[in-house]
């Protein structure tokens, strides 16, 4: 019997490094599962869109976002695609975060870039006004301090909810806290990713890219959705 179709959903970037990290990223899923049908999707900005992939899909697909929490992507936008493919059958899996195995991808960027043991963390996202979305990257920060031996990492974010990663930076310097880093909370280069950098006084971590632990997380989310009882698509949502 056929498997559903994983369909890995990104955001989507004007930067083009972004495309192709998410096309390294879906070899590393095809070499751990090569049986496994796996495409991708894009809610903006770069082809394919989701809808486009979608009606090129047979039977069933699970939609797994290439997105870190929670937030009005997740909430509206992968389960409004996935109600207009009416000649699938979908489910929407869980976004990557917060989970253990982001956080190592985490641990490990912060090491390549040259992190020390004792030095605070700044962990740089891209920011919501879902408070779901805060929420989520206050775990992963939590998580992430844990995997650093209980230094403190302090949420930032690149839009949309303070504070800025620089005035997170500047706030542990007043804490006394004179080695600080940031944690690059993106799945891929972007213009978040690239402002936060380039804005931090600190040494930044590059973002989590095509890391190993990303090509697990996503397989387990993908089977993850597949353990659960299909939802139905709200009808609000089929006309969306």
Same mark, same amino acid.
């Given at each position: ?11 989507? /970037? ?12 879906? %070899?590393?899923?095809? %070499?751990?599962?090569?049986? +496994? ?6 809610? %903006?900005?770069?082809?394919? +869109? ?7 899909? /047979? ?54 870039? @040259?992190?020390?043991? @004792? ?8 920011? /919501? ?13 939590? +998580?992430?301090? @844990?995997?650093?031996? @209980? ?41 978040? =990713? ?7 006084? =600190? ?32 009808? %609000?949502?089929?006309?969306?």
């Amino acid at each position: 019997m056929q498997q559903p179709t994983l369909v890995a959903v990104a955001h989507g /970037s004007r930067d083009p490094r972004a495309l192709r990290t998410a096309l390294a990223l879906l %070899e590393r899923v095809r %070499e751990l599962r090569p049986r +496994l049908d796996v495409r991708l999707g894009h809610i %903006e900005l770069n082809e394919p +869109l989701l809808d486009d992939t979608l009606r090129a899909t /047979s039977g069933a697909a699970v939609l797994v976002p290439l997105l870190l929490g929670r937030g009005y992507h997740v909430k509206r936008d992968l389960p409004a695609a996935a109600a207009r493919a009416t000649h699938l059958d979908t489910r929407v899996a869980a976004p990557l975060g917060p989970h253990p195995l982001l956080v190592e991808a985490l641990y490990e960027r912060l090491v390549e870039a @040259g992190w020390t043991a @004792g030095a605070a963390v700044v962990l740089a996202a891209a920011g /919501s006004r879902d408070p779901d979305s805060a929420a989520d990257t206050r775990r992963t920060a939590a +998580l992430l301090s @844990g995997r650093l031996g @209980g230094v403190p990492v302090v949420p930032a974010y690149a839009s949309a909810a303070t504070p800025s990663a620089p005035e997170a930076v500047r706030a542990l310097a007043a804490r006394g806290h004179h080695r600080i880093a940031v944690a690059s909370y993106f799945a891929a280069p972007g213009r978040f =990713a690239t402002q936060t950098a380039a804005a931090s006084p =600190a040494l930044a971590a590059a973002p989590l890219g095509d890391h190993p632990a990303l090509a697990r997380l996503l397989l387990r989310r993908y089977d993850e959705a597949l353990g659960r009882p299909a939802a139905r698509p709200r009808p %609000e949502l089929v006309s969306a």
